[in-house]
Each structure stands twice: as C-alpha cells, then as structure tokens.
C-alpha cells in the first residue's frame, strides 16, 4: 500500500532545523568553549605541574600539589589549608542563612507596599549597592566601624569593645561586609517569588486557624522555595569565594580559600598550588549544590 506523501517523514526539513538550532546556539557554545570549559581544562593541566625556582612553572607532572592541599608536605602532616577550606564554607553558609533570615520580613515589607512608586522606591534603594564598587563599599565600612564612628562610641559605651579602638578587623566586620555586600543577591529573589504568591491560600490557612508557624511553613514556604533556592545559589557561591571584604575587614589575617587562592596567583607566584586550590573550590561548589539538590525540601519543591 503507498503512503501519501504527507505522511513521509521529511529528513530534510528535520535537518534543516537541527542545522539552525546548533547554528543558533553555536555563539553561546563558543563563548562556554572558550571562557568556561578551556580556562578549567587549563586549571587542571597546571594543577599536576610543579612550581620553578623563581616562579615559573616546570612541566614536571606529579600528585604534590593535591598532597599538599590535603596537608601532606616534607615537615610532615598540617590541616591547616583543610580548615581554610572548612572556613570558607562556613562563613558562606552564615552569609547565606543570615542573609535569608532578613530577605524575608525585606520581601515582604516590599510587597506591603500599595503603590508601585513606593514598592519602585524601595527597590532601588535595594539596588543601590550595586552602583557602587566592592572595593569602595567596603572601605566605606572602615570609616564606619571606625573608632570615632558612632557605632563604635556605642559598643564602648555598652562595653562590647575597649573605648577608642575600631571594629576591625575581626570577625564582625567580616560579617557585616559580607552580609551587606550578598544581601541584594538573597532579597531580590525572594521578593519576586513573594510578589507573585497566591494569597488565596494564606487567606484560607488564617480561616482554619492556622498559626502563623503553619501559615509560613505551609501557605508562604512552598510558593517562595524557587526564589529562595535562586538567592542561595547565587549568594552561597560568591561568598564561598569572596576575598576583597575578608582582606579589607579581616585585616588580611583573616584567611579563607578565596584569600589563598588569591595569594598564591599574585604574591607567592606559585601558579599551580593556586589551581588546584581553584579546583577545591569549584569542587566544593559542585558537592554544595549535589548536597542541595538530594535535600527533601527540593523534591517536595519540585526544583530538580
């Protein structure tokens, strides 16, 4: 029996528009080719190489770099690099949780808002931090922890801190730099999954008497978990690898992976321990969002 010729299967029109996808996609392609999957065949190239004597690199192929990341080296064992390591992602998931816990009553201060000028208003109040290099805000944090600042004349007065000395560096201006800097990263994610929220259903969980524990955790929670899945990721990552705020604030003692990393490329010249740290910390990005992603709290949310 023959077949009409609309019911053939047309391979040529097939591959037409498979030659026009790869040809629409090609310019992203080369772009990840050459600024993601090259730069990081490189790190792993130079991570198995070996530092010269004046700072060049000997192509000698060898394990030593990861030994000593791993504490490993000719005086014997040290954890000293595994606890910048483990630092770094403290101070990363502390960034994050604090900034979490603000973004929320933040969104939803947003929202409350009733007309678009003011919840506009708002925003770019948000926003501002971003017209602003890293680098000066967080000079502009010394100023403030100053020890003539106001917020330290306070702490004195409270006796937090001893009178006349600043509040830096330390822990705190850490923090505070920190928080300040990945906050708009954390808020504005979340206020756009509050923005777009069924309020029906938290309107039907007050009309049960559902407390406001309830209320969050099963009208508010479900409706903002992509958003605040978006502000984890892209606050979680950065402050992992943040190194101005911590240099500045921390008074260059305090140390994480960011700051190594940094130290190895530009001071100590020793170019592969510098990528294989990268690579540890492209790692523990890697085992962070695979740690993520087995969580119940994204297969309830339907994320993965």
């Known amino acids: 029996m023959k077949t009409s010729a609309l019911s053939k299967p047309s391979f040529r029109g097939n591959y037409r528009k498979q030659l026009l996808g790869f040809a629409t996609a090609f310019p992203a392609l080369l772009c990840l080719t050459v600024f993601l999957a090259v730069p990081c065949m490189c790190l792993v190239l130079i991570s198995f190489v070996q530092r010269g004597e004046f700072g060049d690199i000997r192509w000698a192929f060898s394990l ?18 595994l606890f910048i390591l483990l630092r770094s992602l403290r101070e990363a998931f502390v960034t994050t949780l604090i900034c979490i816990v603000i973004s929320y009553p933040l969104g939803f201060f947003i929202h409350a808002r009733k007309s678009r000028f003011s919840r506009l208003v708002w925003l770019v109040l948000l926003n501002v931090p971003f017209c ?3 680098v000066i ?19 004195a007065f409270l006796g937090v801190a ?5 509040l830096y560096p330390g822990t705190f201006a850490v923090y505070l730099g920190m928080i300040s800097t ?30 406001r524990f309830k209320i969050f955790t099963q009208a508010v929670f479900p409706q903002t978990v992509h958003g605040l899945f978006a502000g984890i990721i892209i606050t979680f990552v950065p402050a992992m690898a943040m190194y101005v705020v911590t240099d500045i604030l921390g008074g260059a003692r305090y140390m994480l992976i ?21 690579l540890a910390l492209m790692v523990l990005t890697l085992f962070s969002f695979a740690l993520f992603k087995t969580t119940r709290l994204t297969k309830d949310a339907g994320i993965y």
């Open 162 to 166: 001893p009178p006349g000395t600043p």
């Open 64 to 81: 030593e770099n990861y030994k000593r990341l791993f504490g490993f080296s000719l005086y014997g064992w040290s954890p000293d690099f």
């Open 182 to 211: 990945f906050l708009p990263f954390t808020a504005l994610p979340l206020y756009a999954a509050i923005d777009r929220m069924n309020w029906s259903l938290v309107l039907a969980a007050k009309d049960l008497y559902a407390t």
């Open 258 to 278: 960011g700051n190594l990393i940094q130290l190895q490329f530009a001071q100590a010249r020793d170019w592969p321990f510098g990528a294989t740290l990268s």
């Open 132 to 134: 602003t290099n890293i």
């Open 137 to 155: 805000r967080t000079y502009a944090w010394q100023l403030i922890l100053g020890p003539g600042a106001p917020l330290a004349e306070i702490c």
